[in-house]
């Protein structure tokens, strides 16, 4: 459970506050009460985990962007949703709530076109055009928009626009019942339902003071791990096949494959759902699924690292990766990147080890400094390694007993729950309504803040290397479209 400290301060000093904290971002949202409503911002410092919370007096305050820049969509998705202006945020367009049209401006003809915090703009000027590349695109590809803006061969710009399909998940989640809730939770980024489950079981059970099973840790262990090494994969087979690399690709698809058939062999479907709730898992494992799971894994990790060796030794693959979307330590830190993104920028940041949940002990996180999309997949084929020899730990030292406790009453006011899915830091945080049920819930996935940075990696890259750098991000726009 993650204690969390309170604190209060007056709205038009907030950004003071959070600068002199010197933490990271983590979430920031409105909830509101008859009488006021209120803005609370959940930074990470080295004091641990703290709530600032302050009263917003009218219909605006000043924005945090100008000093905090990992708050610029966090304040924009507010603004959509609540109507509240955060006066002098950089730019201020639309997110959630796409606006009617784009606004052309001037390409400007002796300086850089490129600020901190540019929208979807058109650009325009000599040779200069834009390639509006989706939202809807071929394939299995998540719903999102990309305005490509260049000139012929360097991009000047790529805007991103997404929540075309935004669901009210977070709504929905308190409108059902509490024990169908985290059925909901599981669901907004298929690819990760373990670390939404887990994220939101942790606030639940916090709130009721629910301890779990030393059992049931080590299962969820198992499982969020497992689900960790199929989401790398696909990782790994988009970037084989942007590089026509039709073997290797076809390689480790059929790797990607068994993993989802072990996950069905073990909990009854390919994406693990239904398998995390809160107290627990449903999941009981027997002596021949832990012989199942360590056999087909031994051979597993034998087949990947042969492949991989192949790979690693390919010239057609390093050559289009290596240098490609590079992000720097200090945007990956300033936007508050997550994950194998700002690990493999060189931000050492893993929520199993910083905030541990489920038993998760000491291990080496993988961080890479050079930044680039290749440094992304060299951190994703360390996590690779890692994961099987979690579960391998996990399984040699399952200990006996329950796999569940029941739920008690919700006790506390407010809880945050925290996991790290294979696209990083998942976050929940929760308000109860009585006992039984809950009357506020906020959700933050990886991707929200890892799209922040998305238009910085493609500054002064190549049109024919968009696809290599984008899949190196591994984004999920479902879980922005919560």
Request: charged share 25%; with cysteine.
């Amino acid at each position: 459970m993650i204690g969390v400290e309170d604190r209060h301060c007056d709205v038009q000093a907030l950004a003071a506050v959070l600068e002199q904290l010197s933490g990271r971002l983590m979430m920031l949202f409105v909830t509101a009460t008859e009488a006021a409503r209120e803005l609370s911002a959940i930074v990470w410092s080295d004091d641990g985990v703290i709530r600032v919370r302050s009263p917003i007096p009218g219909d605006s305050y000043p924005a945090l962007t100008p000093h905090v820049p990992s708050a610029h969509w966090f304040e924009r998705e507010l603004h959509d949703l609540w109507g509240i202006v955060p006066e002098g945020h950089p730019r201020l367009e639309p997110l959630v709530r796409h606006g009617p049209e784009q606004v052309e401006i001037e390409l400007p003809a002796n300086g850089d076109i490129r600020t901190e915090h540019r929208g979807a703009e058109r650009l325009s000027g000599p040779g200069v055009f834009v390639i509006p590349y989706g939202p809807v695109r071929s394939g299995v590809f998540e719903t999102a928009q990309f305005l490509v803006q260049t000139g012929g061969e360097d991009i000047a710009y790529c805007a991103q626009r997404l929540f075309f399909k935004r669901r009210g998940a977070e709504r929905r989640i308190c409108e059902v019942p509490l024990d169908l809730s985290v059925l909901v939770a599981e669901r907004v980024s298929g690819t990760s339902s373990v670390a939404h489950a887990l994220a939101f079981s942790h606030a639940l059970e916090s709130l009721a003071q629910t301890d779990v099973p030393p059992r049931a840790q080590a299962i969820r262990r198992v499982l969020a791990e497992l689900e960790r090494l199929y989401n790398h994969l696909e990782v790994t087979v988009r970037e084989c096949e942007d590089a026509a690399l039709a073997v290797a690709q076809a390689q480790f698809a059929v790797l990607k494959e068994r993993l989802h058939r072990l996950a069905a062999a073990v909990v009854g479907n390919r994406f693990l759902r239904g398998a995390i709730v809160p107290g627990g898992v449903r999941v009981h494992f027997d002596n021949s699924t832990v012989d199942l799971l360590r056999s087909e894994l031994r051979d597993w990790k034998r087949d990947f690292a042969r492949t991989l060796s192949v790979l690693l030794r390919t010239d057609s693959f390093l050559d289009r990766l290596v240098s490609a979307g590079p992000l720097s330590e200090r945007d990956a830190r300033d936007f508050g990147s997550v994950g194998p993104v700002a690990r493999g920028s060189g931000v050492d940041l893993d929520t199993r080890r910083d905030l541990p949940y489920d038993g998760y002990g000491t291990f080496e996180v993988a961080t890479h400094s050079d930044g680039d999309a290749m440094a992304r997949m060299e951190v994703r084929f360390q996590e690779v390694e890692s994961s099987v020899t979690l579960i391998e730990e996990a399984l040699s030292t399952l200990p006996t007993g329950p796999a569940r406790t029941e739920l008690g009453a919700l006790v506390r006011d407010c809880a945050l729950g925290a996991s790290e899915s294979a696209r990083g830091e998942t976050l929940y945080w929760l308000e109860p309504a009585g006992s039984r049920s809950l009357r506020f819930c906020k959700l933050r996935a990886a991707s929200f803040m890892n799209f922040g940075i998305f238009n910085r990696v493609f500054e002064s890259q190549v049109l024919t290397d968009f696809a290599f750098i984008e899949h190196s991000l591994g984004l999920s726009p479902a879980g922005c479209d919560a």
